[in-house]
């Protein structure tokens, strides 16, 4: 007698595989989305005190700039490009803006009329990023 798998056992060995691939799936792409926020929304984050220490440490106005588009930022000074950040190809996230621009006087604080609030999505995952008139920054 010879031993080996038969084609019953093969087929419901591949059922059943296919049954828990069906429920791994979308868990495992849930939490890729989730995770692709989270450290988009940290860069982001980075990003804003990056501009925020600039400005207070060359005492001059530094502004971020928002392409909601391409999902990127970018960190100036006067003419001077500090730092390009481009969420989307990084993380494959969106980016949605209150506002396209924001600004932090050589004090450290946000200049302009208004809150900003960014909004960093993929799929199902979304996470929000709110910038105070005094430049305060929260998650």
Sequence with gaps: MQRGTTLPELL????????????????????????????????????????????????????ITFDTAAASLTVRSYSDTIARRNLASSHGVTLAASRDSMAYTP????????????????GSAAESIFVSRLGRVRR
Excluded: C, K
């Excluded at 004090?107 to 993929?122: D, E, I, K, Q």
């Design 107 to 122: 004090n450290g604080l946000g200049y302009g009329a208004s809150n900003l609030t960014l909004v960093v999505r993929r």
């Design 12 to 63: 419901l060995v591949l059922t059943v595989m296919g049954i828990l691939g069906t429920i791994a799936i979308p868990r495992t792409v849930r939490w890729r989305d989730r995770a692709s926020v989270r450290s988009a929304a940290l860069e982001t984050v980075a990003t804003l005190a990056l501009a925020r220490r600039w400005s207070l440490s060359r005492s001059s106005r530094t502004a």
